[in-house]
């Protein structure tokens, strides 16, 4: 005899989750590539403030104010900012094998902009500063004191948070697939089983999948 709380038979068992979603491993890949846009965000930003500046006399005016912007002294930072636009773009995209490559050319755009930032802080004049007062004054003055914004030590700090941002993808990639497919279409075995367990699933709620 058929129980009457169970007319369909006996119950399947449902499909057991998957350990790991998908979707929360392609979520990795845009976590990652969001931080790389934030810090190249960054980069670019404290670039564009002045870090050192410096009053000097001319013939004509004996106080002359020369300020000198990241872009200035520090070539390398913007430079740096383009590198991790393109690392987060490509972070979407590669494979296993690629993925390392990016994440060191992230770890040395973070390198960079220490040593820069550094270079510049250690010898304005020669970074740059001194072109600049030459292009205002039309001569140079390396003996005049300068004056040292924060910014150069914002640029460290970024510098840093990328090398680290480096070491977190390195780690938390090993648990991302392999690159998207989603433009090859859902058709073949694995959508079709999809499909039938879905109708299996609207069944046993009692709707009607047609």
């Known amino acids: 005899m058929t129980d009457a709380g169970t ?12 350990a790991t979603p ?7 890949r845009g976590r990652a ?10 980069a670019g930003v404290v670039s ?5 500046s410096t009053t000097v006399s001319t013939a004509l005016d004996p106080t002359v104010v020369v300020r000198a912007s990241g872009g200035d002294v520090a070539p390398a930072v913007p430079a740096a900012a383009l590198v991790l636009l393109a690392c987060a773009a490509a972070v979407a995209l590669v494979g296993r094998v690629a993925r390392w490559v990016v994440v060191l050319v992230v770890a040395l755009a973070g390198v ?9 802080q250690a010898d304005p004049w020669a970074a740059g500063l001194h ?5 205002a004054t039309g001569a140079g ?5 300068v004056t040292t914004s924060a910014w150069p030590y914002v640029a460290i700090v970024a510098g840093v948070l990328v090398v680290l941002a480096a ?20 058709t073949g075995p694995a959508a079709t089983v999809d499909d039938e367990r879905s109708a299996w699933d609207a069944l046993s709620r009692g709707d009607d999948p047609s």
Do not use: M
Not at 48 to 52: D, G, I
Not at 112 to 120: D, E, K, M, Y
Not at 167 to 186: N, V
């Open 7 to 18: 007319p369909d038979g006996p119950a399947r068992a449902e499909p057991a989750e998957p």
């Open 22 to 28: 998908p979707a929360r491993r392609r979520s990795g």
């Open 33 to 42: 590539a969001g931080v790389l846009l934030l810090l190249a965000g960054l």
């Open 48 to 52: 564009l403030p002045t870090w050192f």
């Open 112 to 120: 960079l902009v220490v040593a820069a930032s550094l270079r510049a």
């Open 131 to 135: 072109q600049k007062v030459l292009t």
């Open 141 to 145: 003055h390396d003996a005049t004191a």
């Open 167 to 186: 070491g977190w993808i390195a780690r938390s990639s090993r648990s991302w697939p392999g690159p998207t497919r989603r433009h090859e279409g859902t």
